[in-house]
Each structure stands twice: as C-alpha cells, then as structure tokens.
C-alpha cells in the first residue's frame, strides 16, 4: 500500500465491537461470531467475515460497520519489529491492526485514469503555497480558484483510496492500514502465532497488480 493511501485513511468512530470466538484451531470449536448486515448486501461479504474469524480464533477483536469497513485487531501485544512509514524499526511489543473497505469494483483502465487525475490535479497544485512532508502535501491556498483546486485535489486522492488492492470472490478491498511491515521476534511464539494469522487473513485474497 502507497504512503499515500495510509495518509488518505479514514476510520469510523462510532462502533459496535464484536470479539472473535473460538479456541485454538481457528475459532471452529467456538462460539460462531454474529454480524449485524444491512438488507441487500452481497452474499460473499459473510462469508469472507466468517472466514476471516475462523483464522482469528480468540486472539482478535473484528468489527464490521457502516457497511463497507472492516476492522481487525490483536487482543494482545506482539514482539517484534515494524519497517515502513514514521516507524523507527525497533523491536517493541504492538497492538497490530489493520482494515480494510470494501469498494465497487473497477477495471485496469478505469485505474489509470484515476491515478492519472490525480496525478495532473497535483501537478497543477505545486502552483499554490505548499509544504511537502514525507510523501503528504500540505496547501495554503490562497483565493477561491486555489481552494476550490486543493478541494479537487482532495477528492481525486480520495479515489485513488478507494482503489482495491484485494478480491475476494466479488468481494472488492481498498487496504487502508497494512500489517504487512510486522516482523516477530522469532523465539516469541505469540508473535509468531499472530504473523501467521496475519499471513493466513492475506492468503485469503487475490492481490491485484495495477498500481503505477
């Protein structure tokens, strides 16, 4: 996932949490979790929520709301390292977490273009004040041409969020913070336990390469 699509993240703030049941072969001899789905939603959601919480067993919390967001976090810490974005590489223990939003689904061509709109808003966008931190821009427009660019800017960023990194069946999902960068510390079994959990959530999708 780019720097860009972890900056563009949006979380819900309201929630229902709803904790993973089960025991120690992938939550089968627990309690079956119970989701609240809207009318009309596509059958392959549950049944990617129902996958998903068998591989979490009792050492995740998942919550699915509004529809269209999913959210996965570690009941315990994990020892290891993190690599990638502001982290500094140290090992540490961390709560790991991750979500992910589901999306309409859009074709290669469709992905171009969204990159290249955006990709030309920015261009224009280098005209106005700016600040340029660590892959993010900051803008200081000035006048109502320059603001209603920024705003531009903005949303064409926003759809490049959406764009989905994973498929399930037809299920489509736009990464919007990533466990990939978590190394464990390899006498930790905790940590190693949770990696494979997190590899085990990935193996479930097919990835989609059309990213610039």
């Known amino acids: 996932m780019s720097y860009e699509k972890f900056r563009l993240m949006m979380f819900v703030l309201l929630s229902l949490m709803i904790g993973c049941g089960g025991g120690e072969e992938g939550g089968r001899g627990g309690e079956k979790i119970q989701f609240s789905f809207p009318e009309g939603i596509n059958p392959d959601i549950p049944i990617l929520l129902d996958k998903m919480s068998a591989i979490c067993a009792d050492r995740w919390t ?6 269209d967001m999913i959210y996965l976090e570690s009941k ?6 993190i690599l990638g974005y502001s982290s500094d ?7 790991l977490d991750t979500s992910f939003k589901i999306v309409d689904k859009v074709t290669a061509a469709q992905v171009s273009k969204i990159w290249r709109q955006y990709d030309d808003l920015r261009k224009q966008g280098k005209a106005i004040k700016h600040t340029e931190m660590k892959g993010s821009v900051r803008y200081e427009p000035q006048g109502r041409d320059q603001r209603a660019l920024v705003l531009k800017i903005e949303e064409a960023g ?8 994973f ?3 037809s299920v489509y ?6 466990m990939s960068f978590f190394f464990p510390k390899k006498q930790n079994a905790k940590a190693l336990q949770y990696k494979k959990d997190i590899d085990d959530l990935y193996n ?3 990835k989609l390469n059309w990213w610039p």
Do not use: C, M, N, Q
């Not at 998942?62 to 529809?67: A, K, P, S, V």
């Not at 926003?158 to 990194?165: A, F, R, S």
């Open 158 to 165: 926003e759809k490049v969020g959406d764009v989905p990194e």
């Open 167 to 169: 498929r399930y069946k």
């Open 173 to 178: 999902l736009s990464e919007r913070y990533t």
């Open 89 to 95: 590489g140290k090992e540490r223990e961390y709560t």
């Open 76 to 81: 315990d810490k994990a020892l290891g390292a």
């Open 204 to 206: 479930l999708f097919d």
């Open 62 to 67: 998942i919550r699915f709301e509004e529809g």
